[in-house]
């Protein structure tokens, strides 16, 4: 009876591992190059496992694993402030080590599963389900050009004076004082598409 323990633990550890380093490595670090954070989240994905999994030897719930990444997230609060990308990488790398450490699935279909979440994650980072676009604020003189039924003409002039693909402008502030307003607006970042 120990030893099938011990090799289901080794099993899931495998498991996770390798889904873990298939989302950070291959999903996340290709696209978006930030190494503290990949490399956090392999450590992340890992710990919860571990912690989850001896729990889970202590006849715990699903509930109480997701109880333990409710106080997981706090600490998220109590640290520097991340993106809302590697925040649902971290939310990503705790069901995953979640579902490995705790879930009551076959290795079989815990691979499927595990599987299906990476090549998820990988596809919204392609062009294949949504555009690529950046984001950036601008301070914007001309005035009269924010009106709702001038957006064409502000469009045309911001891609004009950036030389970027501008495809949509968003008015964040409007300082009167100055006929300045401070514009959020979304490009492609490669301008010959």
Known sequence: MIMEVNQDFIIRLLINSMAVYLLVRVCY???????????????FGTGVFLVTSQLHSVDISMGFAFGLFAIFSMLRYRTESITIKEMTYLFLVIAIA???????MSHGFLIVLLTLVCALAYLTETN?????????????????????????????????RTG???TRAEVEAVDFLRDTAMLKVQYRPDTDE
């Open 164 to 166: 970027l693909n501008i």
């Open 29 to 43: 670090f290709t696209h978006s190059q930030q190494r503290a954070y990949a490399s956090s989240f392999i450590l």
């Open 128 to 160: 294949l389900l949504l555009p690529n676009l950046s984001e950036m604020s601008v301070q914007y003189e001309k005035i009269e050009n924010i009106k709702p039924e001038r957006e064409s003409e502000l469009l045309a002039d911001l891609r004009e």
């Open 98 to 104: 979640l579902l490995s450490a705790v879930g009551t």
